[in-house]
């Protein structure tokens, strides 16, 4: 087991902090540091794509899961898969597809471990069908604060704590998910251009779940009638069985949208607001207004920055190095429907003080999942990324929050890196139960991270 002292940040790369990081390469080596853990405690942590500090323990130790990776079992009668915690989502896409099984849940990007994955809960663009990872969580094994290896199960209340709970009740060392049986991996997109927010909303749902894989693009940089208007891409399995052998091929090729283009031809200096607005303006105009029919690969649909590593470099590089040190904020919340106005508030305030957001996403939301700290509940989400070196971010930001609070909706605490604790208490409702089960199950506070100190987890 390898041993260093190490500063780490979120992907956001805001509010580094120093830990003594462990590789644990076996289950035994996992349970030596947790039972060895030093004043600060301890806390499991994946590939590090959380945009915030979830993952990161100030003083304390950290344990890098990504050295356990083995794939132990694929069941293709009970269509499961069992693998350890720092297996990553990205791998499973590799292997499962040509074995005509999927991943259940797929969030925006692939470098994330099935650890890291099941302590966010996260969620796909087809969560209104497939709803968050714990719904298809057959077991997990946990390794608890008294150094032994639990396993746990649906239905108890150390399972919806443990899902969602952010690293807080142990460190997860394996999982069994219940697997998707598909055709092939191959999506079928469709896109459509909408001239506002509220043709936005209005083409979302006109659809249905005919296509259950769906997203959108919206333009932050434009205000007036146009505010809001954005970009709808759906999609779905397509049978490999009844396309020519060209389409195969096109179907496997890398794709590469106009709009990335545009982005990495900026000098690195120049994210500033007009130079987001001629993205966004590039990305609306290089949209078709109606197309059917497009084949993508998993990469390509999900993790269209993953499957290219240079633009996504750059696009990091833009995000968090040309604005300054202080790195990237995602703010990600989400509203219930019948606040749709709200959702249209929160888009006016940051186009009107014209934030240069390179991202801004918009998803639906189906029913909530029993994990008490999840995020996603019926409704709309807005994932918005912003350079944090924008002056009176952190109160820009506070007065959002104070906006999405009044709708009944909340922050996503996984994505989450300057939130205030009373802002929590008040979204998550079922906090006080998270906290009297950690403090039952971890009395000397074996798990801590920066976030669950600043917010009082």
Do not use: K
């Not at 209340?157 to 999982?175: E, K, N, P, Y």
């Not at 590039?282 to 497009?294: K, T």
């Not at 604790?421 to 139960?433: Q, S, V």
Request: charged share 25%; glycine share 12%; with cysteine.
């Amino acid at each position: 087991m390898s041993v260093d002292t190490v500063s780490l940040t979120g992907w956001g790369r805001t509010a580094p902090t120093t830990a003594v990081r462990f590789r644990p390469r076996t289950y035994e080596e996992a349970a030596a540091v947790v039972r060895g853990r030093g004043p600060r405690g301890a806390l499991a942590r994946g590939l590090g794509r959380a945009p915030g500090d979830a993952a990161q323990n100030a003083g304390g130790s950290v344990l890098d899961m990504t050295g356990l990776d083995r794939i132990r079992a694929l069941d293709e009668v009970a269509g499961t898969v069992r693998c350890d915690a720092g297996v990553s989502l990205e791998r499973l896409l590799r292997v499962l597809p040509p074995r005509g099984w999927f991943p259940p849940v797929v969030p925006g990007t692939g470098r994330i471990t099935v650890g890291g994955a099941i302590g966010s809960d996260v969620h796909g663009r087809d969560h209104p069908a497939a709803g968050s990872l714990a719904r298809h969580v057959v077991a997990l094994e946990l390794l608890t604060a008294d150094g032994e290896v639990r396993t746990v199960t649906p239905g108890t209340a150390l399972f919806d704590a443990t899902t969602g709970g952010l690293g807080l009740t142990g460190v997860i060392l394996s999982a069994t998910l219940r697997l998707r049986r598909v055709a092939t991996g191959l999506i079928a997109v469709s896109t459509e251009r909408a001239r506002d927010l509220d043709d936005l909303l209005a083409r979302f749902t006109a659809g249905g779940d005919r296509m259950p894989y769906a997203s959108a693009w919206v333009d932050l940089s434009s205000q007036g009638r146009s505010a809001g208007r954005g970009v709808l891409t759906r999609g779905q399995h397509a049978p490999l069985s009844v396309l020519p052998a060209h389409a195969r091929r096109t179907a496997a090729r890398r794709q590469r949208e106009p709009w990335t283009a545009a982005l990495s031809a900026l000098p690195g200096g120049l994210l500033g607001p007009a130079a987001a607005a001629l993205v966004d303006e590039v990305r609306y105009r290089s949209a078709p207004r109606a197309r059917s029919g497009e084949l993508r690969t998993p990469a390509a649909f999900f993790h269209p920055l993953d499957a290219t590593p240079a633009t996504a470099d750059r696009l990091h590089r833009l995000y968090a190095l040309s604005t300054g040190r202080a790195g990237v904020v995602r703010y990600r919340f989400t509203v219930g429907y019948g606040q749709e106005e709200a959702l249209g508030r929160v888009v006016r305030r940051i186009a009107a003080r014209r934030c240069p957001a390179l991202r801004a996403e918009l998803q639906r939301f189906g029913a909530a999942s029993p994990a008490w700290l999840s995020f996603p509940a019926p409704g709309w989400a807005l994932t918005v990324e912003l350079p944090a070196a924008l002056p009176g971010l952190g109160r820009f930001l506070d007065g959002l929050d104070a906006e999405v609070a009044a709708a009944g909706g909340r922050v996503c605490l996984a994505q989450d890196s300057r939130m205030r604790p009373e802002t929590a208490a008040a979204m998550y409702p079922r906090l006080p139960e998270f906290r009297e089960l950690r403090a039952e199950l971890d009395p000397t506070g074996a798990f801590r991270s920066d976030l669950a100190r600043r917010l009082g987890l």
